[in-house]
């Protein structure tokens, strides 16, 4: 096994292609599920819904005070994770690597350090790199992990392949585990929930909806509060549009509201925890990324508590505004205030179809900041992330009838427009360019922090037929054009005249 994890991470340092990277990636998790797991008498495992991630924790308690504190960084570098705030935990686990590395037998935390950048980098886009650290992660602590967590680490493996745009991998790795695993084992739970999500992806939604029947029966323990957040508003969601059973979706809605309260509790007693393991200065600094946060979900639970929810059952233009404040808070980054991938997916064929009945053409915009880590590495990542809300604001004005404007990954923004011929896409993408160019953003110190962008676009004329790759199709081709900017000295608009595969498919 570790020599085929070497084999693949040694493709890291070749001109490699990413999707024949990806699927002898896939390939390995195959042969390492069929080999290993499946061997493996399933009923000899204890049932443990313990996270993979709390080995440390497990850890740490059995270690003295004045060891502890030597963890600190590595402590909060977890809360980070655990709140979804990536930035500070990607900063924090670099921080603590040297503690990690100081220690005996660290092959534990080295393999969960390695998962969560796993984890962080797919949210940031970057997919080859969580690919590599997936790979690093399981090679160093799979002779540490039980059956349960070895389970876990896969699924959430898998998911990369559905975040870039290779899902049919996934869909295979999901497969062989459902096949292998299910009804055994308590983690079927977050299979069930991935398989779920990759359902959605290939806009299958009355499969998803059988799967989200099967989980809705699991105790509450064995999903997270976000997972449950998720599933009930989509469930809500599927009531209200292809079910229209307002009974339905009202108490999903209502269920989905309990988690999020749920949720906001769990984010309060993190938030005190990081005062015990920060220095007071950093504590203060970072809270105030906290506040936003938690103002966001005080107020989404004081607008629709349970009560309020219930009274709606015959007012339904009620319960549109409620479904739609919780579809926004849902599709909505946190930092930027744009749309998420998860809007992305759940409206690409709405947005494809009516493309289509009105014969008009689909133009995709594909934005990324140029050397935007030099921002963060001159002024740190609280006012780089001041920068990336200020512009993405800027982005936003600029589009004010538009809805397809999306953080597609860390510093990239996407945006679909309708009705916009090539010149007219050129065009609008010279004015933002200009604008972001433009654009003066004061640190707190008072200096002054410009930025430029490189866009990439790609055109479909007409759409004859939607098909479920067209998007990732859109998408390779306006990162063509993009990359293509970069090459050229960025800060600039690129058109790839030649289509490629966009003529010849579509």
């Not at 392949?161 to 308590?186: R, V």
């Not at 997916?345 to 289509?356: G, N, P, Q, R, T």
């Not at 990336?388 to 597609?408: D, E, G, N, P, T």
Request: some cysteine; glycine content about 2%; overall charge neutral.
């Amino acid at each position: 096994m570790i020599k085929k994890i070497d084999q693949l991470l040694d493709w890291t340092q070749e001109s490699w292609d990413q999707k024949a990277w990806f699927e002898e990636t896939t390939n390995f998790i195959l042969g390492f599920i069929k080999e290993s797991l499946a061997e493996k008498s399933i009923e000899n495992f204890p049932v443990d819904n313990s996270k993979l991630i709390n080995k440390v924790d497990d850890y740490l308690e059995s270690v003295s005070l004045q060891e502890s504190k030597l963890f600190n960084d590595f402590k909060a570098a977890l809360i980070f994770f655990r709140t979804k705030e990536y930035t500070f935990a990607e900063e924090y686990l670099t921080r603590a690597t040297k503690t990690i590395n100081k220690l005996n037998n660290n092959e534990v935390f080295l393999g969960i350090k390695f998962f969560c950048l796993a984890k962080i980098q797919m949210e940031k886009g970057d997919f080859r790199k969580s690919n590599e650290f997936f790979l690093k992660g399981f090679k160093i602590i799979n002779n540490h992990l039980n059956f349960n967590e070895k389970t876990e680490y896969l699924i959430h493996w898998s998911y990369l392949f559905i975040e870039s745009n290779n899902p049919k991998l996934a869909e295979t790795i999901l497969n062989l585990l459902a096949n292998k695993l299910l009804p055994q084992i308590n983690h079927a739970y977050s299979l069930l929930l991935y398989i779920l999500f990759l359902h959605k992806r290939l806009y299958n939604r009355e499969s998803a909806m059988s799967y989200a029947n099967l989980l809705l029966s699991c105790p509450d323990e064995y999903l997270d509060n976000d997972e449950w957040y998720i599933l009930h508003l989509f469930c809500g969601d599927f009531f209200a549009k292809d079910n229209e059973n307002l009974e339905k979706s009202i108490y999903h809605l209502t269920m989905a509201n309990n988690f999020l309260s749920r949720k906001w509790k769990v984010v309060v007693k993190q938030i005190s925890l990081l005062q015990d393991v920060l220095k007071l200065s950093e504590y203060l600094q970072i809270r105030k990324t906290y506040e936003d946060k938690m103002l966001e979900i005080i107020l989404e639970n004081n607008l629709h508590n349970n009560h309020y929810l219930k009274s709606l059952k015959n007012a339904y233009e009620e319960l549109q505004k409620v479904y739609s404040t919780l579809q926004e808070y849902s599709f909505t980054d946190g930092l930027t205030k744009l749309y998420n991938r998860r809007y992305l997916w759940e409206k690409i064929s709405d947005f494809f179809v009516l493309a289509m009945k009105e014969k008009v053409p689909v133009s995709c915009l594909l934005i990324d900041f140029d050397d935007f880590k030099k921002v963060n590495d001159t002024y740190g990542h609280i006012e780089g992330d001041k920068v990336l809300k200020r512009s993405c604001k800027a982005i936003k004005s600029l589009f004010k009838k538009h809805k397809m404007i999306i953080r597609f990954g860390g510093e990239e923004i996407l945006i679909l427009l309708l009705k916009v011929n090539k010149s007219q896409a050129i065009k609008t993408a010279e004015k933002l360019r200009k604008t972001l160019e433009e654009l003066e953003i004061t640190t707190d110190n008072g200096d002054t922090i410009k930025v430029t962008v490189s866009i990439g676009i790609s055109l479909l004329n007409k759409i004859d037929i939607v098909k479920p790759n067209l998007l990732d199709k859109m998408i390779m081709e306006a990162d063509r054009s993009m990359y293509l900017a970069k090459s050229k000295g960025k800060n600039r608009v690129e058109f790839i005249t030649d289509f490629g595969f966009l003529n010849s498919d579509f």
